[in-house]
DNA sequence: CATGAATGAGCCTTCATTCAT
DNA sequence: CATGAATGAAGGCTCATTCAT
């Protein structure tokens, strides 16, 4: 349902994504209800119609729309760096940025997924594939250089994700460390864990 | 009719925790409806009330169980273990397993907080609260005697708490990687992570 | 379902009958669930149904024998006066003091009429109507003996009952004036309205 | 589907109030089912709250319409009457052709007001006591100009109105007396009982 | 007699969705 | 495009009643 820039119903369906985005990260999918969504846009019930399919297709759009941007900006984020420790700093320090700076996508991203119906769970769950590759390339090949310390690649994977991904629901952006410091903290964590001494 | 004979109160309120558990499991707590749960526990829908106050208070049972058995267990699992580093490997080693062996459980605790009412909402936290303390005092134990490189102790729990849990998103046990091999990575990376190199 | 006096059930019955009675002038017949009325008695749902056959059915024993009450009363109270005023007096009071000291018996019968299945309705009305009759018979009688004014027997009936019932609505035995100032008030208002001048 | 050709809002909830009134009328606001309504005026259930917020509501904007209607009426009839006991008659004949005109409100009004919300319960009561004091004020003005009894004015404010709403319950307009008739008696009735002779 | 567990119908209300205007 | 009125299914919960224990 992406709707042609300029027109004016444009800012309505942007409306309409924003509000969304919110009330299912408050409330959850399930819990939201289009009454209130419409509420919040300040329009009747019926009027959705005009801008979205249907609730299912909203939350479709959300998470399809943030995955593709993430997967956009963490290619931005990588780009020119080649060597693998260099790269996983760069993936956690991406990685943790979204993640303070988005929230409320990547939360209801986390917690959304089952309220996909199953052709869109799958489509998503690809593209979620395609941004874990990117960390287990770097895995794995850093380990085949011998920088970093031979492991399973796929379970390392999940659980540096599980690790960094867990900020979404406690950071706040006035909270006691600023985004460096939380930064700083979780690249030593995950380096001092899997890099090679070297010397 | 009156009873179904065979029947007992208990029994039914057991069938009735074990159904809603799978439930809210597979989808959500606002996705589950008494309908369903009535149906899968072979009973009428109003039959439900005879053993449950409230659908809420299905949900808050079911997390104050689980929270009191967690912690119970947890306090087992550690008793005799004194030194940090131990302590350390032991809450891992725990941890794991039981979010191994609990899945449906300890998923429901981390995705259905959001659909408690506050007065439940704030007595779960409290006691989720004490099993992160556990870990906490471990690290701080762990720095004070110079075993774990001095770091936040506050954002290292989340951080470990977020890689361990997550484990209960994608276990299967006839999966590739077995209780032990699945502990022993977690293990060492984390001890990696943390611990001060002896020599 | 009278029950034997003297059964420990008896006393069982009484205070069903005693608590029914102030649950349906509190909440009226619909308006009062039998869960409320095993509570109030301390009994199970199940258990009322030891003393009572169903819920219309204790409604229709609460009317009946009010009705059955109420006419006994007042033959005893109008027995041995004979001339039409002095009758007229005499049923005043006693209307007037048994709405006073049994206010809930007879607000549930002016409110709850309506919730009798039509046999039971019918079998109510009549006794009811007993009870008017024996007004229209004085104000007959008062008339053809030239003490009471010609006019319609049946609509003065119902218009003083009417006036006298009222007062089931809001007497208060600590109220401001007392059982003998309101009688001698509402005997007043009816003589005066009715009596035929002597002079 | 969505509209019913022809249908409007407005008569739709006009229908919703009149049908609202009749199955109160005949069943008590307890008794009556939204469901029973919706096949009244034939609509779904669910689309009656298009209308009404709630079951509560309907009943209250039906009493808050009825009270407000009554005391615009009665103040028309009232105008430019000045002398207390013509003022008497007037409110009189006014409170009977009301209530014979429009019974179904004022039983209603009479007999669900136990039903209402306490904070509704006291707006109506409210308007039902400038009603009343209405009455208390003529009998009040001709007590003082000597031309009705000295009496107790809350009282007899309370037996008048009574007398007077009783009507309600047994009027039918095909019935033996026309509303002059029953207007004359009761007026005859009232005035006896309480204006003082001259002469 | 009392209990507790069951029934099946029913309660008021909200849901996502449709569509004539 | 927006609205308001409709749909039909479903929501959580309560009801009077029954009956094995």
């Known amino acids: 349902m992406a ?19 919110a009330l299912i990260h408050r ?3 399930e ?6 969504l419409a509420a919040e ?10 801008h979205i399919k249907t609730k ?15 997967l956009r900006a963490l ?17 956690i320090a991406f990685h943790l940025h979204y993640h303070m700076t988005r ?28 941004y874990e590759k990117c960390l287990a390339d770097i895995l794995s090949l850093g380990m085949q250089l011998k920088l970093i310390r031979q492991t399973d690649v796929q379970i390392t994977t999940y ?10 629901t406690w950071y706040r952006p006035d909270g006691r460390l600023n985004e460096k410091q939380l930064i700083d903290l979780h690249t030593e964590l995950t380096l001092r864990g899997l890099a090679i001494d070297k010397d």
């Open 3 to 21: 709707r042609k820039a300029g027109s004016s119903g444009a800012k309505t369906y942007e409306a309409i994504r924003a509000a969304g985005l």
């Open 27 to 29: 409330h959850g999918y």
């Open 31 to 36: 819990g939201m209800s289009l009454r209130q």
């Open 41 to 50: 846009v300040g329009l009747q019930q019926g009027s959705l119609y005009n």
């Open 56 to 70: 299912q297709d909203l939350l479709m759009e959300l998470l399809r729309g943030h995955m593709q941007d993430l």
């Open 75 to 91: 290619d931005a984020a990588l780009s020119g760096t080649e060597e693998p420790l260099a790269r996983l700093r760069a993936f």
């Open 103 to 130: 929230q409320a996508e990547v939360f209801v991203i986390n917690f959304e997924l089952r309220s996909l119906e199953p052709g869109n769970y799958a489509e998503i769950i690809a593209l979620r594939q395609r």
């Open 159 to 168: 659980a540096l994700l599980a690790m960094l991904t867990g900020i979404c």
